[in-house]
Every structure is written in structure tokens, then in C-alpha cells.
């Protein structure tokens, strides 16, 4: 019964008192989960989707004018010379027939907008996720060179030993005892500068996903396994911001269209009800309960040349397009290119780095070794230690440079505004 009440009580104070989520470490995130987070929790992202939406709703109260409307209409006048005055209330509905084709037109407008409108949404979407995928993979690295640290900083500490067991045994004077504490130092030092950069690419993670604390998951990239996808055609294809000027230079097509069509006639219908009327003159009908119906036709004639400069106007707009989508496509060439040469560059870094680090790493086994049996300076040993700190931080940063390539490759090819798995 004791330990039943017990569990009662404890039950009933985490019940009233449960553990706050922020206090919780938070559980690494994959790639994947971490841009899927960032698309939804971003706030720039966020207030793009809600313009989409509004534009959307804009879009329907723009047609709504082309609908019939039904409306009352009421009047009262009166002579102020005469005892006289007229009263009547009218139940009407009003239609505006487009006799030119504007309506259409105009719908194709107003969805091309919505078009625009999207496909800047997705370019965001796929700028900002490739940011925040260099951001993560930077994270990673970040959190392998923290690693990396702790183990040089473990070696230096296994040196430092061997040093103090010799210079009790003094068979090695002060000054290499001093050499293997400031080695000591210099390691605690780089374990707290891998420490911050792993800290500011957290706090950058963060920022991107809407305040929401976020670790990464700490894999390390393997560079046979890193393959480069990127072409023109496909990124032509692709890419959200060549899909809005596309959209834009239809849409200007058009807009010289409508213009065109400044000076059509239109034809204005309404049917009234007449539900009420005072009149007090002598000499008007009473009309109450009955129905009327009213045809006006508008032909324009002139309009100032309005529909001549605004056609004008559109096509030349139209010729600015088509020179935006050349120089656009002059644009995605070039990085294409770049991305191309930056890998092939990256990749064979990559490669001499490797090959470093593995000479530099037999390097410190052989001099760790011949100094234990004393055939070896400790100066020797110091510059196999920093050599080899040298060639892993150098191999981690070659690697980053590789991974961070395919990622601008993703953005060019537009890939993350269509996807976040890949």
C-alpha cells in the first residue's frame, strides 16, 4: 500500500509540475526531417504562403464584378416650392455582358498573377532550403571537427604522461615537460574553438527553423559516395525562377490582348422589381409590384489614344521578357559551370587531403613510438602532432568543400523547391 501511494504522489506531482519540453535536449534531426521543419516552421516562408492565399481570395473578389449582382435601390426627392415629392424602392439585378472577350481575359490575368505569385514562393522555398542545408551539412562537419579536436587533444594528454613518466625518471629535462603542457593547452584550446563553431551553426540551424532548437545527425559524408547531378536543360526546366518568367511573359501576352480591347462595346442588362412607391404628383403612373427591364449598350469611340499606348506599352514589355529568359538562361549557364569546375576542383582537394592525412597519421604512430623508446626528439613528435592536426582539419574542411558543392548544385537545378526528400 505504501509503495501504491507513493506511485499516487509522484504520478499526481508530474501531473502538475511536467517537465518543460525546453529543458529537454532536442533529438538529432536528419537532413531530411530538418529542411521538412524549416519549409514549415520558417517565418519569411510562412508569410509567403499566406500572400499566396490572399492573392487567391483577391482573385475571386476581382471576378466577382463580372457576376450579376442583386441590389435594393431606393430614391426620395421633393420640390422644396411645392408641397410634392416622389418615394419608390426597387428590387434590381444587374448584369454587364461582355461582348469582346475581356472576361476570359481578364480570369487568365488574374491566374497567371497567382502563377507568378507561386512560382516566387518556390523560389524562395528553394534558396532558402539550400541555405539551410549548407547550414546543416556545416553543422555536421562542424560537430566531426569538435571530434576530431577531442582526439588530438587525447593524444596530446597520452604524450603529456609519457613525458611526466620519463621526467620523473629524469630522462628527459624541464623544458620537454613544459613543450607537452602548452601541446596539452593548445589541444583545449582547439576543442573550445570547435566547440563555439559548433555552437554559432546550431544557433544559425535554429534562426532558419523558426526558433525551434535543432541538432543535426552526426554522419560522416562518404566522398565515393558524393556524386555531382547537374545539367542546363534540366535546371531550365526546373528552376522555379525561369518558371516565373515564363509565367510573366505570358501574362504580359496577355495584357497586350486586353488592352486591345479598350474601345469594345459592352452591354449593361438589369431587371427591377418595383416594391414600393409614393408618389404624390398627379401626373405619374403607379407602377408598384410590376417589373422592369432596362438594356443599355456603351460603344466607346475615342479614348484619348489610352488603348493605343497601353498596347504599345504590353508589347514592348512582352520584348523585355524574352530578353530577361535569354539573359536568364546566359545566367544559369554560368553557374552550372561554375558548380561543375568548383566540384572537379573540390574532388581532387579532396583526394591529395586524404592521402595527407593517412601519411600524417603513420607519421605520428612512428614518432609517438620512437619517443616512448626514446629514439626520437620531442620536438619530432610535436611536429608530427601538429602535422597531423593539420591534415585532419584540412581533410574535414576538403570534404565540407565537396558537400556544400552538391548542395548549390541542388539550388541550381531547383530541386528543393519541388522536394525535400532527395
Known amino acids: 500500500m505504501r509503495r501504491l501511494s507513493l506511485c499516487l504522489m509522484l504520478f499526481a506531482f508530474f501531473a502538475m509540475f511536467p517537465l518543460s519540453p525546453g529543458n529537454a535536449s532536442p533529438l538529432p534531426l536528419s537532413e531530411e526531417a530538418?529542411?521538412?521543419?524549416?519549409?514549415?516552421?520558417?517565418?519569411?516562408?510562412?508569410?509567403?504562403?499566406?500572400?499566396?492565399?490572399?492573392?487567391?481570395?483577391?482573385?475571386?473578389?476581382?471576378?466577382?464584378?463580372?457576376?450579376?449582382?442583386?441590389?435594393?435601390?431606393?430614391?426620395?426627392?421633393?420640390?422644396?416650392?411645392?408641397?410634392?415629392?416622389?418615394?419608390?424602392?426597387?428590387?434590381?439585378?444587374?448584369?454587364?455582358?461582355?461582348?469582346?472577350?475581356?472576361?476570359?481575359?481578364?480570369?487568365?490575368?488574374?491566374?497567371?498573377?497567382?502563377?507568378?505569385?507561386?512560382?516566387?514562393?518556390?523560389?524562395?522555398?528553394?534558396?532558402?532550403?539550400?541555405?539551410?542545408?549548407?547550414?546543416?551539412?556545416?553543422?555536421?562537419?562542424?560537430?566531426?571537427?569538435?571530434?576530431?579536436?577531442?582526439?588530438?587533444?587525447?593524444?596530446?594528454?597520452?604524450?603529456?604522461?609519457?613525458?611526466?613518466?620519463?621526467?620523473?625518471?629524469?630522462?628527459?629535462?624541464?623544458?620537454?615537460?613544459?613543450?607537452?603542457?602548452?601541446?596539452?593547452?593548445?589541444?583545449?584550446?582547439?576543442?573550445?574553438?570547435?566547440?563555439?563553431?559548433?555552437?554559432?551553426?546550431?544557433?544559425?540551424?535554429?534562426?532558419?527553423?523558426?526558433?525551434?532548437?535543432?541538432?543535426?545527425?552526426?554522419?560522416?559524408?562518404?566522398?565515393?559516395?558524393?556524386?555531382?547531378?547537374?545539367?542546363?536543360?534540366?535546371?531550365?526546366?526546373?528552376?522555379?525562377?525561369?518558371?516565373?518568367?515564363?509565367?510573366?511573359?505570358?501574362?504580359?501576352?496577355?495584357?497586350?490582348?486586353?488592352?486591345?480591347?479598350?474601345?469594345?462595346?459592352?452591354?449593361?442588362?438589369?431587371?427591377?422589381?418595383?416594391?414600393?412607391e409614393d408618389y404624390r404628383s398627379i401626373y405619374m403612373e403607379d407602377n408598384q409590384g410590376e417589373l422592369l427591364a432596362k438594356a443599355v449598350l456603351s460603344i466607346p469611340l475615342a479614348d484619348g489614344k489610352k488603348t493605343a499606348n497601353a498596347t504599345r506599352a504590353a508589347a514592348l514589355l512582352i520584348e523585355k521578357a524574352d530578353r530577361e529568359l535569354e539573359a536568364r538562361r546566359d545566367s544559369l549557364a554560368k553557374e552550372v559551370a561554375l558548380v561543375r569546375e568548383r566540384w572537379d576542383r573540390a574532388l581532387e582537394m579532396e583526394q591529395l587531403r586524404r592521402r595527407q592525412m593517412e601519411r600524417a597519421a603513420e607519421e605520428l604512430e612512428i614518432a609517438e613510438m620512437m619517443y616512448r623508446e626514446g629514439l626520437a626528439s620531442q620536438l619530432d613528435l610535436i611536429s608530427a602532432q601538429e602535422t597531423d592536426q593539420r591534415s585532419r582539419t584540412d581533410h574535414l574542411s576538403a570534404l565540407q568543400e565537396l558537400w556544400l558543392v552538391l548542395a548549390e548544385a541542388d539550388r541550381v537545378m531547383g530541386r528543393y523547391s519541388s522536394a525535400v526528400s532527395r
Do not use: C
Open 34 to 276: 530538418y529542411l521538412e521543419l524549416v519549409r514549415e516552421r520558417n517565418g519569411d516562408l510562412g508569410a509567403l504562403r499566406k500572400e499566396v492565399e490572399a492573392q487567391l481570395f483577391s482573385i475571386r473578389a476581382d471576378v466577382a464584378s463580372q457576376r450579376a449582382s442583386l441590389g435594393l435601390v431606393a430614391e426620395e426627392d421633393r420640390w422644396l416650392q411645392h408641397d410634392r415629392g416622389d418615394r419608390y424602392l426597387d428590387l434590381t439585378v444587374t448584369q454587364r455582358i461582355d461582348l469582346a472577350g475581356r472576361y476570359g481575359l481578364q480570369e487568365r490575368d488574374l491566374l497567371l498573377g497567382l502563377d507568378l505569385l507561386k512560382s516566387r514562393y518556390a523560389d524562395s522555398v528553394n534558396e532558402l532550403l539550400a541555405r539551410a542545408d549548407s547550414a546543416y551539412r556545416q553543422a555536421v562537419m562542424a560537430a566531426l571537427n569538435r571530434e576530431t579536436a577531442e582526439r588530438i587533444l587525447e593524444q596530446r594528454r597520452e604524450s603529456l604522461q609519457v613525458t611526466q613518466e620519463k621526467f620523473d625518471k629524469e630522462l628527459v629535462p624541464i623544458l620537454d615537460l613544459l613543450r607537452a603542457r602548452s601541446q596539452v593547452d593548445e589541444g583545449e584550446a582547439l576543442v573550445l574553438q570547435a566547440d563555439q563553431t559548433y555552437e554559432q551553426q546550431l544557433i544559425e540551424m535554429r534562426t532558419l527553423a523558426g526558433g525551434t532548437p535543432v541538432v543535426p545527425a552526426v554522419e560522416v559524408p562518404a566522398a565515393a559516395r558524393l556524386v555531382l547531378s547537374v545539367d542546363l536543360d534540366g535546371a531550365w526546366e526546373r528552376r522555379p525562377d525561369v518558371a516565373g518568367l515564363r509565367f510573366s511573359r505570358e501574362r504580359t501576352v496577355v495584357q497586350r490582348s486586353l488592352a486591345a480591347k479598350g474601345l469594345a462595346p459592352f452591354l449593361d442588362l438589369s431587371v427591377g422589381w418595383r416594391l414600393g
